[in-house]
């Protein structure tokens, strides 16, 4: 029995696309002592993706050219060897650009069961690590307090389309939002619970910011870094917190544009703090966090805007979508359907 | 009976000097129902103060023109109508630059009583705030770890002379500093527990970082800001701690000479977080520093370096060491002697 799977052929420069990556045909994998086989339902994409692509990050080994894809994906058990993973099982781990990968748990982060009551797309999503993220992000970095004047950049993406409802469920009760155009504006208005949104293809972000946040800023949940990090330094109030989730701006263009920041030393004297984070570090409070997240989902509190295309096919250009600002919500691709019932 | 006071009669633009200030006579305050009339013992001086003196701070009231200074001390109770502060206690209180001031115990923070068994002084430093800023600085902003890369710029400084001694107390194994000059730098290592010392006067610092720190830096307790802050955003490890104290090269030069900061993503990079505090955001935990600060004294762990001068004529010179980078340790001034037996 053979599968598909996507290999990088490539290294991008700038944004990649399907020339870095080819589509060829595999055995699907048999079972082997202590492991076990999953069948791919789902594949996220994720920003760092670049970077494993250009061999530039240290949290990968390093990845070949003519290697598979690497991504984590939401996956359903269909022969096991292994404890903890039993056949009929839907899990997120990570499985690669691929229909079936052979997995075990004492991956890291090692597989984790998914609540079959919800849309199995949540298991890329909202119920898994973009959640993750933009909870630990708002309640443990960002520490929001219902009085927080906050401000979230690249709202409409993977993660920022969960921010608003999170601080919300948090006690907030205001999140104001940037993304680029005004279909994207309007879906943060509509369906990811933004009150205010500024739209910084076609609008003054420095004025909106300052109608906006006549006093300042709480709490920033950074997505892009950049101009606007370096703008939003300058409205610190006392005590402000800002998350750096991401910097995709970065992503693209850091060897040859790095942004001059004026306004750093506000962040001491302002008392305030600016903290990266990477969601692999906070695995302690996986399961909560998730317990945590289908609650909310199941209360009607957070409802995920995700961002589907169909068929393993799709992946690079699910990818680039990133890169390109197309997506809105969680994108991912739809590889497979369950074959075992739930 | 009649005492001296510093009245604050000029808003200096650059180093304050003796021509923004006034010496003027002025009666010994008279007890008043529930205050306490204080005898000062020992002045501090601040990098702070030259903010209000150009009433660029919102941590203070306004200050006019012919204000008795303001400015935090130790005293001695020698007339008292308030429960909490008896006749003969030392105590370190917002005293003002006076040498008696009437103060009750609702001041904010509020008078704490001082050890009697650790000299007075230590009262304007490790045993007071300087020592609590380095304390809750180095643990509980910078969390410090005994295998952390430490550095810490102002390193002679009110609090960065406290810095090694209490990172090593935590459990750290090497600190490096930096300060100006041979003989501040040779006081850092004989006297401060640095192990390594960089002068910025005498050395390329950029080389000396690289040598000493060639897998980069976990902690980086800052107490300059600008150029050299950038430098070692560039040098940042893995979840590296950023603890920005104060930045005393911008409170003379932010208007005009604002740095440019190129190496900011990094912190995004490594998930590290850049955190400013203000002491007086952690009054809650003062019992529970003073009492490790003056343990640590007792004990031989903490052996404060003090820059005195004697008589109230003397704290506009004090005040203008800070920003000459005159001072070795904490630079304080000793107003009067008790007059009560401790």
């Known amino acids: 029995m053979m599968q598909k799977q996507w290999r990088l052929a490539a290294r991008p420069e700038g944004i990649p696309d399907r020339s870095h990556f080819s589509l060829t045909d595999a055995p699907i994998p048999a079972l082997q002592p202590g492991k076990a086989v999953a069948k791919t339902l789902y594949l996220g994409v994720a920003p760092v993706m670049l970077r494993y692509m250009r061999n530039e990050t240290e949290f990968e080994s390093p990845l070949a050219l003519g290697t ?192 001059h920041f004026i306004n750093l030393q506000n962040l001491g004297r302002q008392d305030a703090k600016m903290e990266g984070f990477f969601v692999f570090d906070y695995q302690d409070s996986y399961p909560q966090c998730l317990h945590q997240l289908a609650t909310w989902v199941r209360e009607g509190a957070l409802n995920p805007v995700e961002d589907i295309s169909h068929g393993i096919e799709t992946l690079p250009d699910a990818l680039a979508d990133l890169y390109l600002g197309n997506n809105v919500g969680v994108r991912m691709v739809e590889v497979g359907q369950p074959d075992l019932p739930l």
Chains 1, 2 share one sequence.
């Open 68 to 259: 598979v894809m690497p991504g984590r994906g939401v996956a359903q058990i269909i022969e096991s060897n292994c404890d903890s993973l039993h056949v009929g099982a839907i899990v997120q781990a990570r499985l690669g650009w691929q229909e079936y990968a052979l997995i075990d748990d004492s991956d890291h982060p090692a597989p984790f069961l998914l609540p079959t009551d919800l849309p199995l797309s949540h298991g890329i999503g909202a119920v898994s690590l973009s959640g993750i993220t933009a909870l630990v992000g708002v309640r443990d970095i960002g520490r929001v307090a219902p009085t927080d004047r906050i401000l979230v950049s690249g709202a409409a993406g993977g993660v920022g389309s969960h921010v608003a409802e999170i601080a919300k469920a948090l006690g907030a009760h205001e999140v104001v939002g940037i993304a680029g155009g005004s279909a994207k504006c309007a879906r943060l208005r509509h369906d990811m619970a933004y009150d205010h949104v500024i739209d910084y293809k076609n609008e003054d972000v420095d004025l909106a910011l300052s109608a906006l946040f006549p006093e300042g800023i709480d709490l920033y949940f950074d997505n892009v870094g950049g101009a606007l990090l370096d703008n939003v330094l300058a409205r610190l109030r006392r005590r402000a917190r800002i998350v750096i989730c991401g910097s995709i701006s970065e992503y693209l263009t850091e060897a040859e544009n790095k942004h």
